[in-house]
Nanobody
Framework: VQLEEFGGGSVQAGGSLTLSCTASADIRSDSYMGWYRRTSVKPRELVATISSDGSTMYADSVKGRFTISRDSAKRTVLLRMDDLKPEDTASYHC????????????????WGQGTQVTVSS
């Protein structure tokens, strides 16, 4: 499956952005769609996932500020990001994720090239 992200950009702290991701094929029902982020100095961090039945999970760092949703018919996943902070600055990647060992130990099966989000103070 190929994944393509859209919607990155630059915003001021407190602002909002919505990222979208389109998949080229259907995802297995026991896999999750998710978003991770990475910077040149921080390791990859899974920030949100959504299951085939719509159940969601979030990293503590974004809980209450980010919202993940999906439209399976359109093979699209969205990440709504509110109250953005400078520490949210990163490249955001859509991914197909396995959570056999939980949210803290994800297995990445596919990912997109990413879209840059920059938050200024």
């Amino acid at each position: 499956v190929q994944l393509e992200e859209f919607g990155g950009g630059s915003v001021q702290a407190g602002g909002s952005l919505t990222l979208s991701c389109t998949a080229s094929a259907d995802i297995r029902s026991d896999s999750y769609m998710g978003w991770y982020r990475r910077t040149s100095v921080k390791p990859r961090e899974l920030v949100a996932t959504i299951s085939s039945d719509g159940s969601t999970m979030y990293a503590d760092s974004v809980k209450g500020r980010f919202t993940i949703s999906r439209d399976s018919a359109k093979r699209t996943v969205l990440l709504r990001m509110d109250d953005l902070k400078p520490e949210d600055t990163a490249s955001y990647h859509c991914a197909v994720v396995r959570l056999d060992y939980g949210f803290a130990l994800p297995g990445y099966q596919a990912w997109g090239q990413g879209t840059q989000v920059t938050v200024s103070s």
